[in-house]
């Protein structure tokens, strides 16, 4: 099997708990889950510790030079730092990034 039962654990239980008929009913594996958090926190790192590089080359990227990037222009970058995100990694990561006037 490639979930086993003593390890086996609902990743949302807390925010989203599981209920009859939902896709999250199904059991998923710890180790599984605890490389997504891996990934999530080795492509956080990279961003907070390289911050203000990124910052300088948002604004290189932008033409008006205010900094602000399309998504795709993002996610490009964001892969080149950390090639392990997947798409769900890179639209938490949007989601946190995204300044309060951001459309």
């Not at 392990?84 to 951001?102: C, I």
Request: hydrophobic letters at 35%.
């Amino acid at each position: 099997d490639l979930i086993a039962l003593s390890s086996a654990h609902y990743p949302n239980a807390k925010q989203n708990p599981p209920k009859r008929g939902d896709a999250d009913f199904l059991l998923t594996s710890r180790k599984l889950y605890g490389d997504s958090v891996l990934v999530h926190g080795a492509a956080l790192n990279a961003i907070k510790s390289n911050w203000d590089q990124l910052r300088q080359e948002f604004t290189q990227l932008d033409p008006y030079r205010t900094g602000y990037l399309q998504s795709d222009e993002f996610d490009d970058i964001l892969i080149e730092l950390c090639p392990a995100v997947n798409q769900e990694d890179l639209d938490m990561l949007k989601f946190r990034f995204q300044n309060k006037h951001d459309s």
